[in-house]
Structures are given as structure tokens and as C-alpha cells.
């Protein structure tokens, strides 16, 4: 990941400089095709692929193929089934105590939940991931909210302070400027 946040290119005059790509977009987002299809692609173009999606996902199928095929699909088991069976089997990766799906721990597409966890328990990634925020031309979230503000957002609900009258997390808490905040 960081060879492609932080990518080096040559100019036509043989020198060298440093263009940063930062966070992904969400659509045409890069680290899908640097870090995981190129990676495919460097199979042998006859090997066949295994892929992990579930029967109740058809918007998926179009990448199926000969040489890509899931087993899942084949046997008719839904996320739910794979989830309950992997469940049993003392097979789910901790990040399912606080969200619903896993994924790269610096991926913009996770929730709130799953970045509250990764902060938490995982400070080194979060260090980083603050450091990248300081650097990408391109925000976190779509929503320009920035891996800085996600931290502000928790260090405010650790503290436990909310907005009059309120029982959750606003983001307008942040975004105005609050003279004393209440605590729960």
C-alpha cells in the first residue's frame, strides 16, 4: 500500500519525483487494480481463481468465469450460512465483534465502527494511517471527513461529551465551535 499512497515516477528527463495518489476515490478507486488485480494478473492466465462470493450476492457473478469461480456459488451458500459456519468453527476474524464485513485496515470504505476498533486496538496502524491522512491531496471519506476528524470524533466520545439535548454522536459537534461540552 504505501509503495502505491507514496509513488515514485521517472519524468522524461530521467528524474525522479514523488507524486502521491493518497487516499483512493471511490469510484475507480486505485488500490483495487495496483494492489489486487495486478496481482492476479501475474497468474498464469489458464490458472483458475477462487473467489469468495456468496449465492445471495448475484450483482457480483459478472466476474465469474471458467477461471474464476466460487466454490460458494456452486454450493448455494448464502454470507450468512458462511458466516454461521465459520462462526462454529472458531474461524472469524476479531474485526466481526464491531463490524459486519472485513477488509484492508486503511480502506476509506469501512465504517465508523471498524476504524473506532482499528484506533483502539491497533494504535501503530492508526499512527499511520494519521500520518497518510497528512499527506493524501484526496480525503478519507467522499464526505471530505479526514482520518483527523474520525479522531477528533472519538477522542469527543471517549471523553463522553454530546450536544444538548442529544443521546448520540453528531458531526456537528466538531464543526462548530462548542464553548463547554456536556458529559453524559
Not at 174 to 181: F, K, M, N, R, Y
Request: hydrophobic share 35%; aromatic share 14%; glycine share 4%.
Amino acid at each position: 500500500m504505501r509503495r502505491f499512497f507514496y509513488r515514485v515516477v521517472k519524468s522524461k528527463k530521467s528524474v525522479y519525483s514523488e507524486h502521491i495518489n493518497g487516499f483512493p476515490l471511490t469510484t475507480g478507486a486505485w488500490c483495487n487494480s495496483k494492489l489486487k488485480v495486478t496481482a492476479l494478473n501475474k497468474i498464469d492466465k489458464n490458472a483458475v481463481s477462487y473467489i469468495g462470493i456468496a449465492y445471495d450476492e448475484p450483482k457480483r457473478f459478472k466476474v465469474l468465469s471458467d477461471t474464476k469461480i466460487s466454490p460458494l456459488v456452486m454450493a448455494r451458500w448464502t454470507e450468512k450460512m458462511c458466516y454461521d459456519w465459520c462462526s462454529e468453527n472458531n474461524l472469524l476474524s476479531p474485526i466481526y465483534t464491531s463490524a459486519s464485513r472485513g477488509g484492508c485496515w486503511f480502506c476509506h470504505n469501512q465504517g465508523v465502527d471498524q476504524l473506532r476498533l482499528l484506533r483502539k486496538s491497533y494504535p501503530d496502524y492508526w499512527k499511520l494511517l494519521m500520518k497518510w491522512d497528512n499527506d493524501s491531496p484526496v480525503t478519507f471519506k467522499p464526505d471530505f471527513r479526514t482520518v483527523h476528524d474520525y479522531d477528533k470524533r472519538f477522542e469527543f466520545e471517549d471523553k463522553g461529551y454530546i450536544q444538548p439535548g442529544d443521546r448520540r454522536f453528531r458531526w456537528k459537534c466538531l464543526d462548530e465551535d462548542l464553548q463547554l461540552p456536556l458529559k453524559i
